[in-house]
């Protein structure tokens, strides 16, 4: 069965972008993922440890029939590719990738929560996901991104990096 898989991603230390960059040419290296769509790059300031370097982030779709245990598997490589370095919650980081949703999957493991527990409660991965699928459901909670973005109370700043054609032009040039 075919299923879609969104994956938020972001960076604040290096060179951001190219990070970025870098992984999501990774992920769409992974066997079994069909990147389907991507959103703009948006700078936001940090959340939940305040004293470090603004990030870039922006999410992702693929079609897959991987299950979401492997797919963790390749996001977790890609980040160790990417010179991630676990730290904790809330750290600086050269890259991060999360599933966010899996179809309308619910899943709770020891290593893997889907939809993203925070989802529902940052701007900065409400946003980008508006971009691309602003009616998506969420799973569990019953609502669309639009809806969880128009009343979430986080008000962080995001703002618009790099738009989506500026982005699909620094993919196809690697």
Wanted: glycine fraction near 6%.
């Amino acid at each position: 069965m075919t299923s879609r898989v969104y994956i938020g991603f972001g960076a604040n230390l290096g060179d951001r972008l190219h990070n970025i960059v870098t992984a999501l040419n990774r992920l769409k290296q992974c066997a079994g993922l069909k990147l389907l769509s991507i959103s703009s790059i948006y700078e936001t300031e940090p959340v939940g440890c305040p004293n470090q370097a603004d990030y870039l982030n922006g999410a992702a779709c693929f079609k897959t029939e991987l299950p979401s245990v492997q797919i963790l598997t390749c996001c977790q490589q890609v980040e160790a590719l990417g010179g991630r370095i676990r730290e904790g919650h809330w750290q600086a980081r050269t890259i991060d990738l999360d599933i966010l949703i899996y179809d309308q999957e619910i899943i709770r493991s020891e290593n893997l929560t889907i939809p993203h527990p925070l989802l529902a409660k940052r701007r900065f991965v409400l946003t980008p996901l508006a971009e691309m699928a602003p009616n998506l459901m969420v799973p569990g909670i019953n609502r669309s991104i639009q809806e969880l973005l128009t009343f979430v109370q986080d008000d962080s700043r995001v703002k618009l990096y790099l738009t989506l054609a500026k982005l699909l032009d620094k993919l196809s040039e690697v």
